[in-house]
């Protein structure tokens, strides 16, 4: 039975949100939940697709694969067949941070057509960068170890000087026919494996293959307002056709690593400062760092509380394809002081004696809240 197309089994649109994707799933679950249906089979089968489909999607990477390649993305087994040509070593990396969508060429390839052309896997590579790389924009060469049309045989597979022949099993058809009682069957051609020609003298370099693995560096634009989970696509970079087939794509994940100020909200920063109890009641300024490297002063007037924000306009983040920046939000923190000296604690019990009402009207509404509360006048 073809698998349904997940959104379709969720009935959300395929722009739907993650928070609309998850009312999506919660509703269909509970209606086809197996103890609400007891033995009804159609609805259990219908309840592990629901399933399915919302383990794809709520995942950010599984649901972009999904959305280019289908179920094909997940058909397949991570990280090939033996048509790579790696050595262990090599494979154990290409495995470690890259992720094949689908297989190589491990017999039912994608794309294929009759000629035995393969297009290459796309793959993926994971970067994590600094919040200044994504605030300035960067060029970073990678290096990667991909398999690339092999030069010594032009990517065919068959010795220089020599040629595949056509498959004489499936006279190049890559398929054969078989009588099984009154059906007529067609299966993949046994001799050539559906490649539609056979090679009688395998290229020494690539050993038939057609392809070699090597390691390339490869320079990557990072553009300037990049957020966490942004994708760059690199058209043609990715694994090389098979037998002349065309590249893959490859597949820049981008994550952002946790900075040490500041933290981001889509194009704006925020920055906790610590203010000291008798600045933010006092009033004063202070330097605060900026992404760009430099410092600004911010005012804070007397009588700042824990918790006010103050906004450094165009301060934040740059937004992508734009010349807009976001803000900077400096949320202030009031530091009680510790350790109190005899002399400051003194201090602070005369200050304490002078207190009125009128210095904290936020505890003085609290505590006649309260009041009220338990019924006192
Ligand atoms: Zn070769
Ligand atoms: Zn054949």
């Not at 605030?135 to 020599?162: D, N, V, Y």
Request: glycine fraction near 14%; charge should be negative; charged fraction near 30%.
């Amino acid at each position: 039975m073809a698998k349904r197309d997940f959104y379709e089994v969720l009935e959300v649109e395929r722009t739907a949100s993650d928070a609309e994707l998850k009312a999506a799933y919660r509703k269909a679950a509970m209606r086809w939940h197996p103890d609400r249906n007891p033995g009804d089979h159609a609805a259990e089968a219908h309840f592990k697709e629901i399933n399915a489909a919302y383990d794809c999607l709520k995942d950010a990477d599984k649901r972009a694969a999904y959305d280019r390649f289908g179920h094909a993305a997940f058909e397949q087994g991570m990280g090939g067949g033996g048509t790579r040509g790696a050595g262990p070593d090599m494979s154990d990396f290409m495995s470690d941070i890259f992720d094949s969508f689908f297989g190589g060429g491990g017999g039912q390839g994608r794309g294929r057509s009759s000629g035995g052309r393969e297009r290459g896997a796309d793959l993926r590579y994971n970067m994590e960068i600094t919040l200044e790389d994504a605030f300035a924009g960067k060029t970073a060469q990678i290096r990667i170890p991909t398999s690339l049309a092999c030069e010594a045989c032009s990517g065919t597979g068959a010795k220089p000087g020599s040629k595949p022949r056509q498959c004489a099993t499936c006279g190049g058809a890559g398929k054969v026919r078989a009588s099984q009682g009154f059906f007529l069957m067609e299966r993949t051609c046994p001799t050539c494996q559906g490649r539609g020609e056979v090679i009688d003298d395998p290229c020494d370099v690539c050993g038939g293959a057609g392809r070699i693995t090597k390691e390339r560096t490869l320079e990557v634009a990072i553009p300037a307002g990049v957020e966490d989970g942004t994708r760059i696509r690199l058209s043609g970079e990715g694994e090389a056709g098979l037998r002349g087939g065309p590249s893959g794509d490859l597949y820049i994940f981008l994550s952002l690593e946790d900075h040490a100020l500041f933290q981001r909200d889509g194009a704006d920063l925020y920055c906790r400062v610590p203010i000291a109890m008798t600045t933010a009641a006092l009033g004063g300024s202070f330097e605060a760092p900026t992404i760009d490297g430099g410092r600004t002063r911010v005012k804070i007037p007397e009588g700042t509380q824990s918790g006010m924000q103050f906004r450094l306009r165009g301060k934040g983040m740059p937004i992508l394809r734009s010349k807009d920046f976001g803000d900077m939000y400096i949320q202030a923190v009031v530091e009680i002081p510790q350790k109190l000296s005899r002399k400051q604690r003194e201090l602070l019990e005369a200050f304490a004696a002078e207190e009125s009402e009128a210095n904290h009207p936020e505890s003085t509404g609290f505590f006649s809240r309260v009041k009220e509360f338990f019924g006192g006048a």
